[in-house]
């Protein structure tokens, strides 16, 4: 028989009739004058339960290495968008144009990836037949094609001006110039929103290290997402454009690496533990150090054409290792029952020392009704 740390707040069962110690009791034939009927006998043979100890209690996402390519293009995506839309207000036109051509870029190439992860490409169109709002995934879908119109708008017009307004399009260029502006300010209004759903979508499951930094995870993505959009404007733009690039990678180095540390602080030390072993720990590890070297590269040399693209590589790296280290780390945590029981067990341990015991989670025994 075995035992748990809950069977102390179990109530007493009453002994059943006609079994003993968890068996059944056989009943003696009837013998000579006994036709009631009353005998009992074994139909069922004896069941030894075992414990689901070393075996999955949440089971793992079917998700492979597309979707973390999903999380790390949808935020260089999501930066460069608000990055071109900067540009777009101060007259910045190459890093205007290479802004957008990037965020178009990381929204095809990351649309791909999730229409990979998920089979086949009628999946992906059959997220638009509705919108459920309390579904991350239905939200992030219409959010993800939301930004991707206004920006393929906006990149049609800097590509027909950079081939020398030699595209075909005829009088449809004229509307094309009128709307460029208001598109690229529709595809800024959602571009955060776009580099940060993918933490509530993680998050909103029962993963246990995903879940436990439900609170922090977005503010570790959207700094992920500033650093890369910035760090992918230093490769492709010249030095003399790139000040805001600069300016966000910079800010988006400071605010990676203190929102992964004050997550990891207040997530439950058990749930925190993946982020620290095996791969995921190696990836985040150098993740920040790729990150340190990146953002001093971007402050101390981004007026050098070769430290900023240099700097710029490094930044996006340090990104992509962030959200492949996050997204492994709950994968990991999902294969190990300990991830899912102690935190449970903490949690109901902080709620009695608190003096709560009349709740779902610390069941306390509860009175049964006497009947008269």
Do not use: C
């Not at 208001?182 to 879940?211: H, I, K, R």
């Amino acid at each position: 028989m075995t035992t748990s740390a809950f069977d102390q707040f179990r109530p007493p069962e009453p002994e059943r009739r006609g079994r003993r110690l968890g068996k059944l009791r056989r009943k003696k034939r009837p013998g000579p004058g006994r036709t009631d009927g009353s005998a009992e006998m074994l139909m069922v043979p004896d069941v030894e339960f075992e414990s689901y100890y070393g075996h999955n209690i949440v089971k793992p996402p079917p998700w492979e290495w597309p979707v973390a390519a999903y999380l790390f293009l949808g935020g260089v995506a999501g930066g460069s968008g608000l990055l071109g839309f900067g540009a777009q207000l101060t007259g910045r036109a190459v890093l205007r144009r290479n802004a957008r051509l990037g965020a178009m870029a990381a929204a095809s190439v990351g649309g791909v990836a999730l229409i990979a992860d998920l089979g086949r490409p009628e999946r992906f169109y059959n997220m638009f037949r509705t919108l459920k709002l309390t579904s991350p995934m239905s939200i992030g879908s219409w959010i993800l094609g939301a930004f991707s119109a206004g920006t393929g708008v906006a990149v049609a017009n800097e590509v027909d001006r950079l081939l020398g307004n030699r595209l075909p399009l005829g009088p449809l260029r004229k509307v094309l110039r009128a709307v460029e502006a208001p598109a690229g300010a529709e595809a800024a209004l959602f571009a955060g929103p776009l580099a940060v759903y993918t933490a509530v979508l993680l998050s909103d499951t029962a993963n246990p290290t995903w879940n436990a930094a439900h609170r922090d995870l977005p503010f570790v993505f959207v700094s992920s997402a500033s650093l890369a959009s910035g760090g992918l404007a230093m490769v492709t733009t010249p030095t003399r454009e790139t000040g805001p690039a600069r300016a966000l990678a910079v800010m988006g180095v400071i605010g990676d690496i203190a929102a992964m540390k004050y997550m990891e602080r207040r997530m439950d030390p058990v749930a925190a533990e993946p982020l620290h072993h095996g791969t995921p720990g190696q990836l985040l590890r150098w993740s920040e150090r790729l990150a340190v070297a990146g953002g001093l590269g971007a402050l101390l040399g981004g007026r050098h054409r070769a430290v900023a693209a240099a700097s710029g590589l490094a930044l996006m790296t340090a990104s992509a290792f962030t959200r492949f280290g996050v997204f492994e780390a709950g994968l990991h945590s999902a294969m190990d029952p300990r991830y899912t029981v102690e935190p449970q067990l903490h949690r109901l341990a902080e709620r009695r020392a608190a003096g709560i015991t009349d709740d779902s989670i610390t069941t306390a025994a509860p009175h049964w009704p006497s009947h008269s």
